[in-house]
């Protein structure tokens, strides 16, 4: 069964930084594009960042010029660096690969950025 585990998130000040991780072990994660998402209190499930099999990435409008995603197709993991951090950017985070019509998600992280 394949499972995505979440990590890194936590409690930060507004303007700090956390990576956020994505590890896939079950996977053959080379063949997957991957994806990070985020829920915010009362509101939908958003796209956030995404990365192609071949790395070419997506970025929402509200994170451009301060988030990155990257992956290590051989650790079999997906990263969310995240910068210059925001109120606004408190959410839970979750992390999903799609291939095709086959779609896998995290449990999610939560990530909190305090005023």
């Known amino acids: 069964q394949v499972q995505l585990v979440e990590s890194g998130g936590g409690l930060v000040q507004a303007g700090g930084s956390l990576r956020l991780s994505c590890a896939a072990p079950?996977?053959?994660?080379?063949?997957?594009?991957m994806a990070w998402y985020r829920q915010a209190p009362g509101k939908e499930r958003d796209l956030v960042a995404s990365?192609?099999?071949?790395?070419?990435?997506k970025y929402a409008d509200a994170v451009k010029g301060r988030f990155t995603i990257s992956r290590d197709n051989a650790k079999r993991v997906v990263y969310l660096q995240m910068n210059s951090l925001k109120p606004e950017d408190t959410a839970i985070y979750y992390c999903?690969?799609?291939?095709?019509?086959?779609?896998?998600w995290g449990q999610g992280t939560l990530v909190t950025v305090s005023s």
């Open positions: 079950g996977l053959t994660f080379g063949h997957y594009a």
């Open positions: 999903k690969a799609e291939l095709w019509n086959t779609q896998y």
């Open positions: 990365i192609s099999r071949d790395g070419s990435t």
